[in-house]
Nanobody
Framework: QVQLVESGGGLVQPGGSLRLSCAAS????????MGWYRQAPGKQRELVAT???????NYADSVKGRFTISRDNAKNTVYLQMNSLKPEDTAVYYC??????????????????WGQGTQVTVSS
């Protein structure tokens, strides 16, 4: 069993920056992939960025060049550095963990885990 806790959201002006963090807790050996998704009012949840345990990244076209995802495998923590923020980035941002390996297990957990969400509001 894994718990994900996000932090770092808040209110920022257009063009500003925020850094989100998500820490996974539990008897974790490793996590194959972690990522960030977001859901804006009246819209469905969408992928923002993902990163594998081997540090391979993938970004939505809408954030490419502005956002940077990173992770610290030793701490089971994923980060999202958000620069040049736009009003359309306003959403609840959710952390995701997929392919969790527990200590002493050769097979990953079958479930995706999600954080509670953190609000990011970009407004002047």
């Amino acid at each position: 069993q894994v718990q994900l806790v996000e932090s770092g959201g808040g209110l920022v002006q257009p063009g500003g920056s925020l850094r989100l963090s998500c820490a996974a807790s539990g008897s974790i050996f490793s996590i194959a992939a972690m990522g960030w998704y977001r859901q804006a009012p009246g819209k469905q949840r969408e992928l923002v960025a993902t990163i594998t345990s081997g540090y391979i990244t993938n970004y939505a076209d809408s954030v490419k060049g502005r956002f940077t995802i990173s992770r610290d495998n030793a701490k089971n923590t994923v980060y999202l550095q958000m620069n040049s923020l736009k009003p359309e980035d306003t959403a609840v941002y959710y952390c995701n963990a997929d392919g969790v390996y527990y200590s002493g297990s050769y097979i990953p957990d079958e479930y995706d885990y999600w954080g509670q969400g953190t609000q990011v509001t970009v407004s002047s």
